[in-house]
């Protein structure tokens, strides 16, 4: 029997590697066209607008900036929202600072999308916003 699922498993890697694997080399497209291969990170140093997925609905959550993630639960230590439940479900949520320095802490998964705050929009920097609609 082990002889016949090494055999299976042999057969399977020789026709994987024969058609390329998964596709794993063909780029990804847009459209029909070729997506750009430019690779992009988020900057922490700047504000965002956050979309989230709140009960029933969306959210937005502006200008606000990304801190970080809250700790994994460790039941050797106590303290923390981190850490108040054996399920860990509060486990890497996202921590973000709002404008008026409160924190926030979102499920990672609960965020759709992330844009930067646009010029216009940041009160922390009023000559940025000035800018943006044209004055001096």
Not at 57 to 86: M, P, Q, Y
Not at 95 to 111: C, F, G, M, T
Request: aromatic residues 8%; hydrophobic residues 35%.
């Amino acid at each position: 029997m082990g002889l016949i699922s090494g055999g299976w498993l042999a057969f399977c890697l020789v026709a994987l590697s024969k058609i390329g694997g998964c596709g794993a080399d063909r780029p990804p497209t847009i459209a029909g066209q070729a997506v750009p291969e430019q690779r992009y990170q988020v900057d922490f140093s700047k504000r965002y607008d956050l979309i989230v997925d709140s009960y029933r609905s969306e959210r937005v959550i502006e200008n606000c900036l990304i801190k970080g993630l809250t700790e994994k639960a460790d039941s050797d230590s106590s303290g923390g929202l981190s850490r108040i439940s054996k399920y860990r479900c509060f486990d890497e949520w996202l921590v973000v600072e709002l404008l008026d320095k409160r924190l926030a802490y979102l499920p990672q998964r609960s965020v759709r999308i992330i844009e930067e705050t646009s010029p216009s929009n940041n009160r922390l920097d009023p000559k940025a916003a000035r800018a943006a609609k044209g004055q001096p």
